[in-house]
Nanobody
Framework: QVQLVESGGGLVQAGGSLRLSCAAS????????MGWFRQAPGKERENVAA????????YYADSVKGRFTISRDNAKNTVYLQMNSLKPEDTAVYYC????????????????WGQGTQVTVSS
């Protein structure tokens, strides 16, 4: 089992940066693919980034490509989402998720979810 706790959200002006962290507990973290999802009010949850267990495979939604970077530190049981050049449309609750494979993340069907952290980008 994997428990996930996100942190790092907050209020930032457009063009600014934030780094989200997701601390995981449980032995399965180092063999789990990880993903970051977001959900804005009135919108469906969107997968914005994913990373394989070894960190060598990554995926980004077109809406964040070139601005967001996902990474992981298996020694610290932590996955990160570096968000640069933030836009008001990036405003959402961001969720960390764990899955058996990156394919499962991309299918929007991860096994474990964090509680979410709010990111608000002002114009």
């Amino acid at each position: 089992q994997v428990q996930l706790v996100e942190s790092g959200g907050g209020l930032v002006q457009a063009g600014g940066s934030l780094r989200l962290s997701c601390a995981a507990s449980g032995r399965a973290f180092s063999t789990s693919a990880m993903g970051w999802f977001r959900q804005a009010p009135g919108k469906e949850r969107e997968n914005v980034a994913a990373i394989g267990w070894a960190g060598s495979s990554t995926y980004y939604a077109d809406s964040v490509k070139g601005r967001f970077t996902i990474s992981r530190d298996n020694a610290k049981n932590t996955v990160y989402l570096q968000m640069n050049s933030l836009k008001p449309e990036d405003t959402a609750v961001y969720y960390c998720a764990a899955a058996p494979s990156i394919v499962t993340v991309l299918q929007n069907n991860p096994t474990y979810w964090g509680q979410g952290t709010q990111v608000t980008v002002s114009s």
